[in-house]
């Protein structure tokens, strides 16, 4: 069985392409620790500054890169399986889902913090499955119902988290109004712990469903004729987005954008390949957000913007340009 | 070796498909015609078991397809159908590679065998050297060789194909015919084929069947089936029929 | 994502809105019909008055009040405490004190009242704050005869300014002399820690040691207070500094590395539930390490009334307990 590996599209220059990619990700990391609200010295930190770098700084990037990961691939999986470039956690509602059950959670569950992920994954997935059911006709998935679904269903939700904080007190007012639009503050090493696990599962889930989204990204037909067992596919890549989805939204409230263009940019780079897609995008991912949220944590310090703004900020003109290009 | 007995597929109260009985041989052709919506694609469908027949068995080489799973029909058999657009950018070789998805495994790259499956299957039908080109940025045709490629690469042995040559230029449906053909000859594959151009039934198929309203109205060799009364009775069209000098087939011309 | 950009249009209207109104409450507002006497009931029968409000607006006001509403928890504390109480017909759902108060009619919130119930309820006097998006119904309110008084006391003597002139309108002089009394006697006890005429900040530093604190509304995500929030002012005059006086905006989100850095002697946490305890990230200030954190009443800290000497005294004894022994 020592069949050597074949060179399609030049698979070691992807690999170097990846070496590049991880490399940019060592060099973003390092550059966001040394920035920050506090100006912090080379070396010989005191224990104060130390403090700062160890407790605040490096979960907060952490998580960031965890989060940014797995919205990333989130969006790289739903895109290939739904057949749309356009789809993406924030678009279908998978995030407002997430959003919500973590709202629900802290309301009900309050000092109970595991119960959070927990229904933000709950929330994400019945938001899921119910944009798919309602996008599906005798005649199969439709690709412009789905986009119309996922946009009721976002809109729905919307509404209904709105209508939550109206009942809320000011003070859960104020920390929600904030959370929603995204923000990796509250980060704690637990919550990285929690957010690199589902990233990390989420994602080898993923690779492991590649080669068949591969084929359903072309056509659903496609992939059944040439032996993809359609629904359980289908089942695990909504798993999985749902999955890390969930976890990321729990941690740090509705980052948009990363999930449509990261995902996009990766395409453009290296191909339609999922098998590179996914991993790519995973770093390319975790890049754009820590990116982002250094940004909003220098700009105007020593107050800071949601990240969720600076995602949007940069990705909203992206987004523009790379639909005037196609 | 296909055996397909009395098999019905019904929408809901509808029947679509009605106590259709076949056999595929091993490297025979089978033409199958029809008017649209006479069942044709449902028949391929249920063939690889896309579609769940409601009533009657398929048997690939004795056994029932409805106890196999999806890969494992899929290493027997191969779907030929119309091209749609792709939406992402995907490479010649990489759509005709996707093709050899059940004989790899879930975290596997391709491997030689893989790619010679493909560029052969690339070059039988006349695409040597579009291995690079994205398939947005090809023709209809050009998209369709490259589907019917695909199917090549798979390496099953019946081939199932739907209306393969609705977007090929002349020059490109006799070839698409004659490949499959060949094909069939060399490693001793079968194959069905839907197509609307009774004249390359008549050249390329061993059989030919005719569906009329999901039953079949007519089976057998091209000579028998290929009459003015059959073909009045299911395509409602009044035709002249005499040989073709070339090859001495039917040769089938219709009435205006 | 169309929800991002909506939000972001939005949001920009609304700073530039809020723009807007900071730049207009500094200015007077027509006055309009009222001077000419209120229309609605014959202006004859009833003996009326002129008063001038906290914006300078002069107008006309009945010289019995029987009925008022207040659309701000503060005034409503203002005017029970002026013994203007059971004239009281509508307050706010957050007016929460005195106990009175909560089973008054509900007219709505501070930031958007209800315009419908307040003329429904024939108020003699509604009682705005600034806060209160009151200008567009200014005209409507007039048309019914209601007089609108805007109250904006931005300290302890504007505090006084208006307790002073309730008395005069609801005639219960002898109620709101011995509270102006009270207020000015104890803020003059703590006057030790205002700047003095003829002192250099220097030499306030000097004499008072200011105690460096930090005022922390919410503890995740963290929010202080900032140079446009009135604590800032209160914790001066009690003799301390805030640590995030500088800091732009009425409630800023601070990143928690400015406040590691900042090193606290003393932390206010404004009691609320996700408020019990400082931020981890205070675990080796002064404050944490000395216990010297507490929780102060959120109500008391932000509403700019009678109650706001008590939290002037109480900041003051936990700042500077040596000069209450």
Redesign the interface.
């Given at each position: 069985m020592a069949?050597?590996?074949?060179k399609?599209?030049s698979?070691s220059a992807s690999l170097r392409l990846g070496g590049v990619l991880l490399l940019i990700l060592v060099i973003v990391l390092i550059l966001a620790a040394m920035l920050?609200?506090?100006r912090l010295p080379l070396f010989d930190l005191n224990?104060?500054q130390q403090?700062?770098l160890y407790?605040?700084?490096v979960p907060r990037i952490l998580l960031g890169a965890c989060v940014g990961a797995s919205l990333a691939v989130a969006g790289a999986g739903l895109?290939?399986l739904l057949?749309?470039?356009l789809a993406?956690p924030?678009?279908l509602g998978v995030s407002n889902g997430a959003a919500l059950g973590t709202m629900l959670a802290f309301v009900f569950f309050?000092s109970l913090e595991i119960t959070r992920p927990l229904l933000a994954f709950a929330g994400a997935g019945l938001a899921t499955v119910a944009v798919y059911r309602m996008a599906k006709s005798r005649a199969g998935m439709n690709?412009e119902r789905l986009v119309l679904s996922g946009?009721i269903v976002?809109?729905f939700l919307?509404s209904v988290i709105v209508m939550l904080t109206t009942l809320l007190?000011a003070?859960?007012l104020?920390?929600f109004t904030?959370?929603l639009?995204g923000?990796l503050?509250?980060a704690s090493l637990n919550g990285v712990y929690l957010s690199l696990g589902a990233v990390i599962i989420g994602t080898i889930i993923l690779?492991?469903?590649a080669?068949?989204l591969?084929?359903m990204?072309?056509?659903e037909?496609?992939a059944?004729?040439?032996?993809?067992?359609v629904g359980r596919v289908r089942m695990l890549v909504f798993g999985a987005s749902s999955l890390v989805v969930g976890a990321a939204v729990a941690a740090s409230g509705s980052v948009?954008?990363v999930g449509?263009i990261v995902p996009h940019l990766v395409?453009?780079t290296v191909?339609?390949?999922n098998?590179l897609v996914v991993p790519f995008s995973a770093i390319a991912g975790a890049i754009f957000v820590v990116f982002a949220d250094t940004v909003a944590?220098t700009a105007?310090?020593?107050?800071?913007l949601p990240v969720?703004?600076v995602t949007?900020l940069i990705g909203?003109p992206m987004?523009i340009y790379l639909l005037r290009k196609n | 070796m296909l055996e397909v007995r009395e098999i019905s597929v019904n929408y809901g109260e509808r029947t679509v498909l009605g106590n259709v009985t076949l056999d595929l041989r091993d490297g025979e052709i089978i033409g199958l015609l029809g008017a649209n919506g006479a069942g044709k694609t449902t028949l391929i469908k249920a063939l690889n078991g896309t579609l769940s027949a409601s009533k009657g068995k398929v048997n690939i080489d004795g056994r029932s397809i409805a106890g196999m799973s999806r890969r494992e029909i899929a290493k027997n058999i191969a779907v030929v159908a119309q091209e749609n657009e792709t939406r992402f950018p995907v490479t010649v070789l990489e759509f005709v590679l996707s093709g050899r998805f059940v004989h790899g495994n879930a975290f596997g790259w391709e491997t030689e065998t893989d790619v010679d499956f493909a560029n052969k299957a690339l070059a039988d039908c006349d695409l040597a050297g579009f291995e690079m080109r994205l398939m947005n940025h090809l023709s209809g045709g050009e998209r369709q060789r490259v589907v019917l490629a695909r199917a090549l690469a798979a390496g099953a042995k019946i081939l199932l194909l739907d209306e393969p040559t609705a977007n090929l230029d002349l020059a490109h449906q006799a070839m698409m015919f004659r490949l499959v053909r060949r094909r069939c000859e060399e490693c001793r594959c079968s194959a069905i084929v839907i197509t609307h151009d009774l004249n390359l039934a008549a050249e390329f198929a061993d059989e030919i069947i005719m569906l009329k309203d999901g039953r079949i109205a007519a089976k057998g060799a091209p000579t028998e089936v290929l009459t003015a009364e059959n073909i009045k009775g299911v395509f409602g069209v009044n035709v002249l029929l005499d040989e073709n000098p070339a090859s001495g087939n039917v040769r089938v011309t219709s009435v205006y | 994502m169309r929800d991002k950009k909506n939000g972001a249009i939005v949001s920009v209207i609304l700073a530039a809105l809020a723009l807007l109104t900071a730049c207009r409450s500094g200015s007077v507002p027509s006055v309009g019909q009222v001077e000419t006497g209120t229309p609605q009931e014959s202006p004859a029968t009833r003996p009326m008055r002129r008063v001038t409000d906290d914006l300078e607006r002069a107008f006309l006001v009945p010289t019995k009040i029987t009925r008022v509403i207040s659309t701000a928890p503060s005034v409503t504390e203002m005017i029970f405490a002026a013994g203007g109480g059971d004239r009281l017909v509508g307050v706010t759902t957050f007016c929460n004190y005195p106990e009175e108060a909560k089973s008054i009619a509900k007219i709505g919130d501070t930031m958007t009242p209800n315009i419908e119930t307040i003329i429904a309820l024939k108020p003699d006097v509604v009682f705005v704050s600034t806060a209160s998006q009151i200008e567009a119904f200014m005209k409507t309110l007039e048309a019914n005869g209601i007089a609108v008084y805007v109250t904006d006391p931005q300290s302890l003597e504007g505090v006084i300014h208006n307790l002073d002139q309730l008395g005069i309108m609801f005639g219960t002089d002898q109620k709101t002399k011995p509270l102006i009394e009270d207020i000015q006697y104890r803020s003059m006890r703590l006057s030790v820690f205002t700047l003095q005429r003829d002192e250099t900040p220097a030499e306030y530093e000097e004499r008072v040691r200011p105690v460096r604190v930090f005022v922390q509304i919410s503890k995740e995500p963290l929010f202080s207070v900032g140079k446009d929030s009135f604590v800032t002012e209160v914790i001066a005059r009690a003799g301390g500094k805030s640590v995030t006086e500088t800091v732009a905006t009425s409630y800023p989100k601070l990143s928690k590395e400015t406040a590691l850095a900042l090193q606290p002697e003393v932390i206010f946490l404004s009691a609320s539930d996700d408020n019990r305890e400082p931020n981890e990230v205070f675990k080796n200030s002064p404050a944490v390490k000395n216990g010297r954190f507490y929780r102060i009443d959120a109500d008391i800290l932000s509403r700019p009334g009678p109650r706001l000497v008590d939290a002037l005294e109480q900041i003051a004894k936990y700042l500077h307990p040596e000069k209450f022994k």
């Open positions: 069949e050597r590996k074949a399609i599209r698979l920050g609200a506090e224990e104060q403090s700062i407790d605040i700084r895109q290939s057949r749309n470039p993406e924030y678009l309050q690709v946009v976002t809109t919307s007190d003070a859960k104020r920390s904030f959370w639009l923000d503050s509250q690779m492991s469903q080669r068949a591969n084929l990204m072309v056509g037909r496609d059944f004729d040439f032996g993809v067992e948009g954008y449509l395409r453009l191909g339609s390949d098998r944590r105007i310090a020593p107050r800071e969720g703004a949007a909203a987004f | - | -």
